[in-house]
């Protein structure tokens, strides 16, 4: 089990930036893939973007391709998430998440551990 926790939300106005951090501890970090999901009030919990182990293998939701980055430093046993260019319908609970196995697939069920999330608002 890999314990994690998000930092880095706030309000930020639209065309704004911010970038999330994913701390974690437990599991080896290395070796796991990790990804970030996110989830508006009244809505499930939508997949954003996953990146694998060694970090040369990224995976990006439509609704956030070339507007935001994924990364991680193995080193520092954290992963990061820089938000640019961000809109209104950007804003939700953003969760970081690592990874049953392999790379797998963008379903939150092949993510088995979850941080506690970070609340991300976007005001036009």
């Known amino acids: 089990q890999v314990h994690l926790v998000e930092s880095g939300g706030g309000l930020v106005q639209a065309g704004g930036s911010l970038r999330l951090s994913c701390a974690a501890s437990?599991?080896?970090?290395?070796?796991?893939?990790m990804g970030w999901f996110r989830q508006a009030p009244g809505k499930g919990r939508e997949f954003v973007a996953r990146?694998?182990?060694?970090?040369?293998?990224?995976d990006y939701a439509d609704s956030v391709k070339g507007r935001f980055t994924i990364s991680r430093d193995n080193a520092k046993n954290t992963m990061y998430l820089q938000m640019n260019s961000l809109k209104p319908e950007d804003t939700a609970v953003y969760y970081c998440a690592a990874g049953r196995g392999d790379w797998g697939t963008r379903s939150w069920l092949d993510f088995g551990s979850w941080g506690q999330g970070t609340q991300v608002t976007v005001s036009s």
């Open positions: 990146i694998n182990w060694s970090g040369h293998l990224t």
């Open positions: 437990g599991r080896p970090f290395s070796v796991v893939t």
